[in-house]
């Protein structure tokens, strides 16, 4: 029982940090607008092969690279002061 | 997308086998247990159990077995060779819930299915006390239709001039056509009226204001360019806020509150009558504002300070304080009366809290009450209250990013001097209940909740006894505004000894971007009112009456400012 409360001590944080990060990063994604254009890119893909036959796999393919392709702008320093805050949760 | 591409999910032909018997109740376990796990076992189980069943993995998409107890993931596809070995053509993705048909190789929409799966994902989140999510908008029925016999459609784009239209002056109408171009460009109302979401309750149906506003949006977004002949709205103001009525001028911060009150009387169908402001005021000798005059009510509370109608709840011995209604006593009708936790559209978006906590000196017990507001009226240096210091013993602080020695008064300095801490004095002194004497104290304002469209009045018509003139002092406002140093939380936190917050605030909730702005020029006597208001984000355009003209961020900053209406830059779901 201690080892596993030892266990839940050390990776939880790392977990909730990581949930974080994520949610942040998320926030981040749709505010400069990454998502949306990644939208409009899926439907152009379901205009062009219609949408009868096109499936969700053919999207995956389409847009993957893209998402890496895409420019994204903002800051790095927001996800770190996304941890910052979660210190300040945890240490209150 | 076009209408006629918009699909109602028939789902697939292979469904029909799988929807027997007890279908229903087995998908919804399948929910719970696997896909939305809402309780601390569900996502216990979960974790143990949900790995692929071929090479252990729980990543990799993996998918539930619908026919039986299998899980295997997609990337490696595992999963597909259990369907076809099997011959169990459906499958549940874990991670979304979406359903995949072995036969169509795609996921696959069922109506049915979807009901079922919206619902116990909002069960697992409830559970979980995440509350409600964002979800894109569906169209209903009778909105597939609408659009349907309504092919027409109409693009913005970003240098389209819809939402834009002057107003005719229909003789010192300005300060209505001020407002009406702020309220029409105010996002939140501007979608509420264009998605046709008023249901008038009024009994007669002509005499509604909001059903006037819902036109005034219809033409405002219409693309008709010429200028607009606001007459009928000019009537419906007439009939409701009998203290505006006639040709004279009038101020446009008195009719922004007449309007939203009208506006909030008549959401919940309620006829106001005669019985306006102006009237009441008469009874007690004060006259009617003059052209351009204002009555210049205190900033808030709705009662004057060291009135005897204030009266204390109670103090506890120590820094406790509890909420209660303040009593009704010598109104000046400036706030809004909220008595029936109205939920319409106005309160939604214009209605915030203001808190008042009034210290006894001697106890040091506080006294809380929670106030609705509209707008903060904010005073000037320049008028016959000295505004500066702004407490004793404040700091300069640097807050959005203006510096207090500058020797410009900002809008910040004025929300500081607002929600100073202020010292009744000794002719002020209140009935302490806990000391059960009367004592000094201080008073002090600070934002409890913030409303969605915060309106900033500058006070800049000074109407005392002896003096009646205009305080033309430039106080500069910024683009964007954070209202955080100024919430009844930050207080708090200061109290107890926290460090003042880093200038990039870590919370969004508080940050405001600012949208219309209403100037006047002239004097008291004689003086014309124009506004600013902001389209497509970064555009910003001047009305004045029937004109409308471009206008550059610079001018928009650079002018007096009498109104300003500020919009929250981020919306959270309650």
Redesign the interface.
Known sequence: MNKDAQMRAAINPKLIERECVKELLRAKLIECGWKDQLKSHC?EV??EKG?EHV???DLVAEITPKCRALPVSFRLSPVT?GM??YR?LTET | ?DAE?V?TPPGCAHLGSFKVDNWKQNLRAIYQCFVWSGSAEARKRKAKSCVCHVCGVHLNRLHSCLHCVFFGCFTKKHIHEHAKAKRHNLAIELMYG?IYCFLC???IYDKDIEIIAKEEQRKAWKMQGVGEKFSTWEPTKRELELLKHNPKRRKITSNCTIGLRGLINLGNTCFMNCIVQALTHTPLLRDFFLSDRHRCEMQSPGSCLVCEMSSLFQEFYSGHRSPHIPYKLLHLVWTHARHLAGYEQQDAHEFLIAALDVLHRHCKGEHCTGRSKGEKLKAHGVSLPRPCGNLDPPAAPALPLGSAAWQWAGCLGGPGSQSHRLLPGDDNGKKANNPNHCNCIIDQIFTGGLQSDVTCQVCHGVSTTIDPFWDISLDLPGSSTPFWPLSPGSEGSVVNGESHASGTTTLTDCLRRFTRPEHLGSSAKIKCSGCHSYQESTKQLTMKKLPIVACFHLKRFEHSAKLRRKITTYVSFPLELDMTPFMASSKENRMNGQYQQPV?S?SNDNKYSLFAVVNHQGTLESGHYTSFIRQHKDQWFKCDDAIITKAGIADVLDSEGYLLFYHKQFLEYE
């Open positions: 439907k379901i205009k949408l499936t969700v796999d002061s910052k805050r300040l | 997308m591409l699909v979406g190789q795609d996921y990039d870590l």
